[in-house]
């Protein structure tokens, strides 16, 4: 690694989107979400398929994680490459992560191609991004700390000198406090309270 900086934020959306496109009679309806798990993509997806039960097909793609090595593209019955792909294409064109997009159509009785449907998926998936609010999200480490009463100010310094949110407050003879650390700062926060005496941390 030497001094490259860690890379600890990323691009996300703030909240759901959409996007529409039409060709030809048929209606290409995207909806952009932030997620963070597969288990919520696999929520919203189903809800979606209730939802829009009438539909030929729901394809969708997401990525997820700081690094966004969590991604899947889904055709849903269309030809293969022509639907989920250039759903993940705009997903990747924008530098999003944590990001599900999925594109409901309803087909309009005239078959648009390859090219077309590529368009119409790209299109479609491009406008419910655009509509939506990105937003810079930090990747962190959540940790809780454990120290003595005596080694309170100590611990409390080094919250206050790297601006750390508190949570969870116990103060006993035994005290405890979680905090968020994001990616870039854990080596020093680290190194800071393994110079105070009696701390141990434990990761969340």
């Given at each position: 690694?030497?001094?490259t900086?860690?890379?600890d934020?990323?691009?996300?959306?703030?909240?759901?989107?959409?996007?529409?496109?039409k060709?030809?009679?048929?209606?290409?309806?995207a909806h952009?979400?932030?997620?963070?798990?597969e288990?919520?993509?696999?929520?919203?997806?189903a809800?979606?398929?209730?939802?829009?039960?009438?539909?030929?097909h729901?394809?969708?793609?997401?990525?997820?994680?700081?690094?966004?090595?969590?991604?899947?593209?889904n055709?849903?019955?269309?030809?293969?490459?022509?639907?989920?792909?250039?759903?993940l294409?705009q997903?990747?064109?924008?530098e999003?992560?944590?990001?599900?997009?999925?594109?409901?159509?309803?087909?309009?009785?005239?078959?648009?191609?390859i090219?077309?449907l590529?368009?119409?998926?790209k299109?479609s998936?491009?406008?419910?991004?655009?509509?939506?609010?990105?937003?810079?999200?930090?990747?962190?480490?959540?940790?809780r700390?454990h120290?003595?009463?005596?080694?309170?100010?100590?611990?409390?310094?080094?919250?206050?000198?790297?601006?750390?949110?508190?949570?969870?407050?116990?103060?006993?003879?035994?005290?405890?406090i979680d905090t968020?650390?994001?990616?870039?700062?854990?080596?020093?926060f680290?190194?800071?309270?393994?110079?105070?005496?009696?701390?141990?941390?434990?990761?969340?």
């Open positions: 690694m030497g001094d900086p860690i890379k934020s990323y691009k996300s959306i703030a909240a759901e989107a959409r996007g529409l496109f060709d030809n009679g048929s209606r290409f309806i952009a979400y932030p997620v963070e798990t288990e919520e993509v696999k929520e919203i997806v809800a979606l398929k209730k939802e829009y039960y009438d539909a030929r729901h394809v969708y793609a997401y990525r997820l994680g700081y690094t966004g090595e969590k991604f899947r593209a055709d849903d019955g269309e030809p293969s490459g022509s639907s989920g792909r250039p759903v294409g997903i990747d064109s924008n999003l992560s944590d990001i599900l997009v999925v594109v409901v159509r309803y087909f309009g009785g005239i078959k648009l191609g090219p077309g590529i368009r119409a998926y299109t998936a491009a406008d419910a991004i655009a509509n939506a609010q990105i937003v810079e999200k930090i990747a962190s480490k959540m940790y700390v120290f003595g009463y005596m080694s309170m100010n100590s611990v409390m310094k080094v919250m206050k000198d790297m601006d750390l949110e508190q949570k969870n407050q116990v103060f006993d003879m035994e005290c405890s968020s650390v994001r990616l870039s700062a854990v080596d020093t680290l190194k800071r309270m393994e110079d105070v005496e009696g701390c141990h941390l434990e990761e969340l």
